[in-house]
């Protein structure tokens, strides 16, 4: 807020902090929201994308914020039950947005975004929210509201003031928005693709796991939950921590402790798995991603290196495999293979070239690359640490049809 004084006449000019270039990057608290609450969170500023030009994206790992770049932190750390006014204070790099249980429903949702993205037009308004005006009028305008989540007056408001922030809007490429994949796609899944997968994909793309207690906070569990992250931000798949306290009796579950097997099964089933989380973390020697490939390993995802037709672009050196790890370097059925995805040296699930081996000190190699002369393919294979285009791809195809069934169950 500023004043500007003219011959001793002083004017009070409402300054907002509008999002920058009409992009909100959120993130919530999964602490305070179970994967449903998150889901009909998500699914709703979605939908308000449809009716004003600001975008909303989920935060990635990575984001650093500032006074120009912000984040809205969704959550309820006073356990909120209804849609209590709030004063945003937008002076601050976090913007908090607290969504009562009562509220989670896209009406009431949509009415607190739209309090939030008024108070960062006009921070001098009220705090009292929409909420309370809306319910008394509800039944007068429920046939106009029917198909809309905002009045045309908070959209024209909202949109007539963001104009020029969303006129420099460009989406920037490294920011994908989580669990959004195009429907159009899923005739690339083939009938032996369902066959194959009938049994390995996690119902509704929610994978349950848990965690011994004197493990949690340490930084084991800091580097399971970014891996788990990396997944969640570029797919529809979630990872829904699970208590076995909770009212939820789950029968297929993942559990990482102190103690258990150092490699998950493929797919979903096996009943309660323990998993050793060291192992989990720190497997296979060379492999910069181990975390995220065992955590795909989880959802059904076969690595890169083992597709049907690999000895087309390496070769294995069975030799220099560890005995016993063998398994682990055979391909996988042409089924399992989705036909219009190619073979990808960049995946995230690529052998690196010392991948199970033995003893490969001396420069030896378990998988080597076909016509790879200046050995840029060898040193670079296995050592990204991010889902590439083709992982995404595979991950939402696959799961295209578990994930809409869940986003259907919010309707």
């Known amino acids: 807020m500023r004043y500007i004084c003219v011959l001793f006449l002083c004017f009070k000019i409402v300054v907002g902090r509008l999002w920058k270039n009409g992009i909100v990057h959120y993130t919530i608290n999964n602490k305070d929201y179970d994967v449903h609450s998150q889901d009909i969170i998500m699914s709703t500023l979605s939908q308000l994308q449809k009716e004003i030009c ?3 994206f989920q935060a990635p790992l990575n ?8 984040i809205l932190y969704i959550s309820n750390p006073s356990k909120l039950k209804t849609c209590a006014p709030v004063r945003y204070d937008f002076s601050k790099d976090i913007v908090d947005m607290p969504i009562g249980y009562k509220c989670l429903n896209e009406k009431d949702i949509a009415r607190i975004v739209v309090d939030m993205l008024r108070a960062s037009i006009n921070p001098s308004g009220t705090s009292i929210n929409s909420y309370e005006l809306a319910s008394k009028f509800e039944e007068k305008k429920s046939d106009v509201l029917a198909q809309k989540l905002i009045s045309s007056n908070n959209r024209n408001y909202i949109n007539t003031n963001y104009q020029i922030e969303c006129g420099r809007m460009s989406q920037p490429s ?6 959004t994949f195009n429907d159009s796609d899923s005739s690339a899944i083939s009938l032996d693709n369902i066959n194959y997968y009938s049994n390995k994909l996690w119902p509704l793309g929610v994978v349950l796991y848990g965690i011994d207690d004197d493990l949690k906070k340490s930084q084991d569990h800091k580097r399971l939950m970014e891996a788990m992250a990396a997944i969640e931000l570029y797919t529809c798949v ?7 306290e909770d009212s939820l009796n789950a029968k297929n579950y993942i559990w990482f402790g102190k103690e258990g097997e150092d490699m998950p099964l493929f797919g979903f089933g096996g009943g309660k ?3 050793k989380l060291s192992s989990f ?3 296979a020697p060379g492999h910069t991603a181990h975390a995220i490939v065992n955590l795909l390993r989880i959802l059904g995802i076969h690595m890169m290196s083992n597709r049907h037709d690999r000895d087309n672009y390496v070769s294995i050196n069975w030799d220099n495999i560890e005995k016993g790890k063998e398994q682990y370097l055979e391909r996988s059925p042409e089924k399992a293979w989705i ?3 190619p073979y990808d040296f960049d995946s995230v699930t690529h052998a690196p070239a010392n991948y199970m081996c033995s003893n490969c000190d001396l420069g030896e190699t378990t998988v080597q690359p076909l016509q790879d002369h200046l050995w840029q393919r060898t040193i670079s294979m296995g050592h990204r640490n991010a889902l590439s285009e083709s992982d995404i791809r595979t991950i939402n195809l696959l799961y295209n049809s578990q994930c809409n069934e869940r986003y259907s169950s919010l309707k």
């Open 273 to 275: 798995q323990s998993i």
């Open 339 to 341: 036909a219009s995805i």
């Open 54 to 56: 600001v975008k909303f």
């Open 238 to 244: 979630v990872f829904q921590e699970y208590i076995p």
């Open 174 to 179: 490294q920011f994908i928005q989580r669990r």
């Open 281 to 283: 973390l720190n497997g």
């Open 63 to 70: 984001f650093n914020t500032s006074d120009a770049d912000k």
